[in-house]
């Protein structure tokens, strides 16, 4: 099946630094999306995109889909203790939603205040 | 709270017993998602319905699991003869047809003893 090869696998940082995370897949995708995911919570929609190249922020957080449609970034600027949490990347091959998305592994990140 | 609302949040059971998980989608979305997921991995996909038609299923993981969505509306998702390896997170998403954008209710953990 498709795979989603998240990196890096866990991150600890300052509080205040900035975060990068990416996704990168063998095959084309037509949506990226990146999801947060607490500790027994079910992941909430951070981000998504349609078109390569995009850039889209919200808040804080920026991420791109990437000009070969293999690949997507997450950053998080100014980090505070509250962005602690799992992140993942989802693709979704088809433009139609007929195809269900695709997870990473996902992003482990740990803010040290 | 109009959001996906999934119960039990927690069950345990011993091995061989049946166990069923309910999802009430958000309102007005069409399509509910069923996705596993187990410690350190992302969300794994089940099985999805458009309304009452259950448009994938091929994905589940073996014949001792089923999934109903009989108006429409709310989803069960049933493993008969649970094994210890049925242990995880069972995820409800739902979304409006044409959309990636997967809203996630907080799962059922499951824990088979």
């Known amino acids: 099946g498709q795979q989603l090869n998240q990196s890096p696998q866990s991150m600890f940082i300052q509080e205040g630094e900035d975060v990068s995370m990416n996704c990168t897949s063998s095959?084309?995708?037509?949506?990226w999306l990146w999801y947060k995911q607490d500790p027994g919570e079910g992941p909430v929609l951070l981000i998504a995109l349609y078109k390569a190249g995009e850039l889209t922020s919200n808040g804080r957080l920026t991420a791109q889909f990437g000009i070969t449609r293999k690949d997507s970034f997450l950053n998080i600027s100014a980090s505070i203790p509250s962005d602690v949490g799992i992140y993942f990347c989802a693709g979704q091959l088809s433009d139609s939603g007929n195809t269900p998305l695709v997870f990473g592994k996902g992003t482990r990140l740990s803010v040290i205040a | 709270d109009t959001g996906v609302s999934q119960n039990p949040r927690h069950k345990i059971t011993k091995r061989g017993q049946n166990v069923t998980f309910r999802c009430d989608p958000i309102s007005e979305h069409n399509r509910l998602y069923w996705y596993r997921q187990t410690l350190g991995q992302g969300p794994e996909f089940l099985t999805y319905f458009q309304n009452e038609a259950q448009l994938e299923k091929s994905r589940l993981l073996s014949d001792r699991f089923s999934a109903e969505r009989p108006k429409g509306s709310f989803s069960t998702l049933e493993i008969q003869r649970t094994e210890q390896g049925d242990s995880a997170m069972y995820l409800c998403?739902?979304?409006?047809?044409?959309?990636?954008?997967?809203?996630f209710g907080e799962g059922s953990r499951l824990t088979v003893l």
């Open positions: 998403a739902s979304s409006l047809v044409l959309s990636g954008e997967l809203f």
């Open positions: 095959s084309i995708f037509n949506t």
